[in-house]
């Protein structure tokens, strides 16, 4: 049959080339990844729906029935949201008991059962990232949900990002174990199990996501955190929206929040810059509360009791900090002047400061990102409305202001600028913003200082960080070499061994991986053991290596740098790989990554020795040359 078609032969041949081809691409990666993110984002999204309904319910029990206090509700979660809102309390003087009685309870369960569950959880989860290798308790995520619960139910100024966020972590270090993956990977789940359970509770995936992989560093990037986070947050998100349905958390009128005049940018640069300066005081207001906590000498249980009485005492006059307080910034966003006129606002920004960081300094569960989303939206607020009173930038509506006061503010209190726009985008439901919020961003986090941030466990980069210790490690690494490294393998087989003799040998060795050699000890290619399991049972005995075997492998040298060896293991997801000698190319090992790191540790500890040595060699002769010097006293 002939054809006209032009480049027909040539179709042809690609066609036959790429049936031809024998693709050795392993997809293990991925299909692990994909299993663990959505796992993770089922838990994620299941825990975002139990904490939801969780501080619904204490919130009823101690502040509606209580108090006679019932917060208004975000716009994502309004039936009508034409509603206007009434603030009346029956019984105000109940406000103060109340809060300590749920910071006692908050005491006495964290204490007793789990001490991490206090505090603000996106922190312990970067904490259990760096330093605990990505281990976090099992009981974490109940402890933590029952103690956030109360917290906020009671009154307890924070959000639920942050214990959203933890529990699924936790669930990520389990499964970790669960799974059996190593160091690194457990850290991964932590990560990406964080990112879900925010992007979850707050209807923003994508942010969510990019966030678990920017909060870790001050100025720096988890790259490998963010594809497991992209699943694992996508599937909670649709876990949690499945039942509160999709609505984004907050209403915004999306025909006036936009971007027309270059001359709006000036008014965005002010809020940048205010941001950047009421963040720092937010942080320093903070961290000296919760360490005149830390100081006090009371029982510890009782610590956010006190904490919890002094924030009620606010309450009594500023209701609006008590809670979540997102329901407050709904208002401001609806520019309900009646309930917050411009000194409100002002009294807003100061006295949720100070509630967020007495309920969390004391000891209280909750997260810090909801009440900094707060905060930021109320100095936008201010601004915009202030400006407006003066006749100035009035075609600017003050949604559009509040927006870019929220994102701005959080990017400088976390030290996270792209998953901060990224979230007031999603939160926007577009980019009309997109400009404004960079150019804010940007300005309020180089003004606010690199260490000006809400999570203490931050570090800098990964240089800094005990996780990514051995990638830093070059001037050690670059002068070992693979041949004191390497460990002789029994496992090595011809290509016509069958897949079952294969796998009874691996079972036997306790192997993961089979090296493919000919008679003559050449490599001609591996096997790895998770690849067998593929084959159904009646054909193991059938198929043989030589059709399944990586013929391509990733190998080094005896003579190669254990640096250059590190190198291609951890950029090719490996954990042991083939050796080979220099000269005929023969197989004569393997090295593993553990074997690498001991005989690394081992070179350290030789090197800490000689430096100790040297040291105190130094100071002998150091005080020698003292006793020397000294003059001598000729009455002794």
């Known amino acids: 049959m002939k054809t006209d078609l032009p480049y027909y032969s040539q179709l042809v041949s690609i066609i036959r080339t790429l049936k031809t081809m024998r693709w050795n691409l392993d997809f293990s990666y991925f299909r692990k990844w994909i299993l663990i993110g959505f796992l993770l984002g089922v838990v994620a999204g299941l825990g975002a729906i139990a904490l939801f309904l969780s501080v619904e319910f204490f919130t009823a029990i101690f502040l509606q029935i209580g108090t006679g206090y019932s917060p208004p509700l975000p716009g994502g979660f309004q039936d009508n949201l034409s509603y206007s809102y009434d603030l009346f309390i029956e019984r105000p003087w109940l406000i103060p008991p109340i809060c300590g009685l749920g910071g006692l309870l908050v005491g006495l369960i964290t204490t007793k059962f789990s001490p991490e569950s206090e505090g603000h959880g996106t922190d312990a989860v970067i904490d259990a990232y760096h330093h605990k290798r990505g281990n976090i308790r099992g009981r974490v995520p109940l402890v933590k949900a029952v103690a956030s619960s109360i917290t906020i139910g009671s009154g307890g100024s924070g959000g639920t990002e942050g214990p959203a966020g933890q529990i699924a972590?936790?669930?990520?270090?389990?499964?970790?174990?669960?799974?059996?993956?190593?160091?690194?990977?457990?850290?991964?789940?932590?990560?990406?199990?964080?990112?879900?359970?925010?992007?979850?509770?707050?209807?923003?995936?994508?942010?969510?996501?990019?966030?678990?992989?920017?909060?870790?560093?001050?100025?720096?990037?988890?790259?490998?955190?963010?594809?497991?986070?992209?699943?694992?947050?996508?599937?909670?998100?649709?876990?949690?929206?499945?039942?509160?349905?999709?609505?984004?958390?907050?209403?915004?009128?999306?025909?006036?929040?936009?971007?027309?005049?270059?001359?709006?940018?000036?008014?965005?640069?002010?809020?940048?810059?205010?941001?950047?300066?009421?963040?720092?005081?937010?942080?320093?207001?903070?961290?000296?509360?919760?360490?005149?906590?830390?100081?006090?000498?009371?029982?510890?249980?009782?610590?956010?009791?006190?904490?919890?009485?002094?924030?009620?005492?606010?309450?009594?006059?500023?209701?609006?900090?008590?809670?979540?307080?997102?329901?407050?910034?709904?208002?401001?966003?609806?520019?309900?002047?009646?309930?917050?006129?411009?000194?409100?606002?002002?009294?807003?920004?100061?006295?949720?400061?100070?509630?967020?960081?007495?309920?969390?300094?004391?000891?209280?569960?909750?997260?810090?990102?909801?009440?900094?989303?707060?905060?930021?939206?109320?100095?936008?607020?201010?601004?915009?409305?202030?400006?407006?009173?003066?006749?100035?930038?009035?075609?600017?509506?003050?949604?559009?202001?509040?927006?870019?006061?929220?994102?701005?503010?959080?990017?400088?209190?976390?030290?996270?600028?792209?998953?901060?726009?990224?979230?007031g985008s999603e939160l926007t439901g577009g980019y009309a913003l997109l400009a404004p919020m960079m150019l804010a961003t940007f300005i309020a986090y180089i003004m606010s200082g690199q260490h000006n941030s809400i999570f203490r466990s931050q570090v800098l980069n990964r240089s800094d960080s005990p996780a990514h210790r051995m990638e830093y490690q070059r001037p050690i690494l670059s002068d070992l070499y693979v041949r004191d490294a390497v460990k002789d393998t029994t496992n090595k087989l011809s290509k016509d061994v069958s897949i079952e003799e294969t796998l009874q040998i691996m079972n036997r060795n306790n192997s993961k991986m089979i090296l493919v050699v000919n008679d003559e000890d050449m490599l001609q290619g591996v096997v790895y053991k998770h690849k067998l399991f593929e084959f159904p049972e009646e054909y193991r005995k059938a198929v043989k290596l030589e059709s399944i075997m990586i013929t391509d492998p990733f190998f080094a040298y005896s003579s190669d740098s254990l640096h250059n060896a590190l190198v291609r293991l951890s950029s090719n997801d490996l954990q042991e790989m083939p050796v080979l000698s220099n000269e005929e190319n023969k197989v004569i090992g393997i090295i593993t990554i553990s074997d690498l790191v001991t005989l690394y540790d081992k070179e350290v500890e030789k090197i800490a020795k000689i430096m100790n040595r040297s040291n105190i060699n130094t100071k002998n002769d150091e005080m020698n040359n003292e006793s020397k010097n000294k003059p001598v006293d000729s009455k002794k």
């Open 169 to 423: 972590a936790a669930f990520g270090s389990l499964i970790g174990k669960l799974f059996k993956l190593d160091e690194d990977e457990r850290r991964i789940a932590v990560a990406a199990g964080l990112g879900a359970g925010i992007g979850s509770i707050f209807k923003i995936p994508l942010g969510g996501a990019v966030f678990s992989a920017e909060v870790l560093y001050r100025r720096d990037f988890e790259v490998r955190a963010l594809i497991p986070g992209l699943v694992a947050s996508v599937t909670g998100y649709t876990v949690f929206g499945f039942v509160f349905g999709w609505d984004r958390l907050f209403s915004i009128p999306l025909d006036l929040v936009k971007y027309t005049h270059p001359a709006s940018l000036i008014l965005y640069a002010i809020v940048g810059l205010a941001s950047a300066a009421v963040s720092v005081g937010y942080v320093k207001t903070f961290y000296m509360i919760s360490d005149y906590f830390s100081r006090i000498r009371i029982p510890k249980y009782l610590k956010p009791a006190v904490g919890g009485v002094l924030v009620g005492m606010i309450g009594i006059v500023f209701p609006q900090i008590l809670g979540t307080s997102y329901g407050w910034l709904q208002i401001a966003i609806n520019k309900d002047y009646s309930l917050l006129p411009l000194y409100m606002l002002a009294a807003v920004i100061v006295f949720k400061i100070l509630a967020t960081s007495l309920t969390i300094g004391s000891g209280g569960s909750a997260g810090v990102f909801g009440p900094s989303m707060v905060i930021g939206g109320m100095v936008g607020a201010f601004i915009g409305t202030a400006f407006h009173l003066m006749g100035l930038f009035t075609w600017i509506d003050v949604s559009s202001v509040i927006i870019v006061g929220m994102v701005s503010f959080f990017g400088a209190t976390a030290k996270t600028p792209i998953s901060s726009i990224i979230m």
